[in-house]
């Protein structure tokens, strides 16, 4: 399966510049995103391949664009969908309401 | 100095993680302390410092260097690392004639139970894309700088496979204890973009 994700050999991506004394996480939610996309793996409802999949299926210039960890918590969220534990209206309604309250902790 | 893209950040994503988790605490899915005990475990308790205790091993002892080639995953496990993005490990050996890195070229799979969780640079497109086309100069930018007679081997990490580079012990360095040696490992000599230096130049 081709797609943005498929980068080896590509050209026109610049340097590396590895970040000296890199933290493990950058920011509070890339931790949650990381647990929480372990955390839901564990109820056993798909697999890696699929936690992979889910991330692939990002339109390619949101895949280029996205950290890891967007990528990470957009897969979860499509994956959640389609297994039918969430519905995308109740995410979208949780989303407008945490906005609303100015409130992430 | 590097810059990073996301140095502020994206609200968006963060609200939509917050979402998520208090959907599924209140549905009683995931336990919120749960993910405080894997966010502390792969902040603090996993990490470089395992795979650097298997190569100063392997550099101290001949038979367990040779049972690490032979089955990296069960030679791994003597340490009681295991589990997780460590299924099946192989370990590659760095020598005067063969300098191994490693990459993934079509995500991030990386031996979380000896190195941890991968840098931001190991998941960028960059090194993912120019690793295995490019690597002389991929190195060069991480500083290591290869003798033309040094074959580079490019090893392109699965969901299944993943590696661990077993780099070349520094000269001068027969003195130190199995433990001192394992300070001198760092980080990219696993993955293959850097080398071990000697203590002195190590500071």
């Known amino acids: ?105 | 100095m590097s810059e990073h893209k996301h140095a502020h950040p994206p609200k968006q994503e963060e609200i939509r993680v917050k979402a998520l988790e208090s959907l599924l605490v209140e549905k009683g899915l995931v336990d919120p302390l749960a993910l405080d005990k894997l966010v502390d475990v792969y902040e603090h308790r996993v990490g470089p410092q395992n795979g650097a205790k298997v190569v100063a091993r392997a550099w101290c002892d001949p038979a367990y260097q040779a049972r690490l080639l032979e089955d990296a995953t069960a030679a791994i496990a003597e340490f009681g690392f295991e589990g997780r993005q460590g299924e099946d490990m192989i370990a590659l050996e760095n020598t005067p004639s063969v300098h191994n890195m490693v990459v993934c070229t079509l995500c991030s799979c990386y031996p979380w139970p000896v190195l941890g969780l991968p840098p931001v640079w190991y998941k960028s497109p960059p090194y993912r894309a120019r690793a295995v086309s490019e690597p002389r100069s991929v190195l060069e930018e991480f500083g290591v700088k290869l003798e033309k007679h040094v074959e580079v081997r490019v090893w392109d990490s699965t969901a299944e496979v993943r590696y661990l580079v077993i780099p070349m012990r520094p000269e001068g360095t027969e003195h130190l204890s199995e433990v001192q040696l394992a300070g001198l490992v760092t980080r990219d000599s696993m993955i293959g973009t850097g080398i071990v230096k000697p203590p002195e130049s190590a500071q």
């Open chain 1, 1 to 105: 399966m081709k797609g943005a994700h498929d980068l080896g050999g590509k050209s026109g991506f610049g340097p590396i510049n590895p970040e000296q004394d890199e933290p493990v996480f950058h920011h509070d939610w890339e931790k949650r995103a990381f647990a929480l996309t372990l955390a839901a793996g564990f109820l056993g409802k798909w697999n890696l391949d699929m936690s992979r999949y889910a991330r692939e299926r990002m339109d390619d210039d949101s895949y280029l664009a996205s950290s890891y960890y967007e990528k990470w918590i957009h897969g979860l969220q499509t994956l959640l969908v389609e297994k039918g534990i969430l519905t995308q209206e109740e995410i979208e309604q949780r989303m407008r309401q945490i906005a609303s309250d100015g409130k992430l902790d």
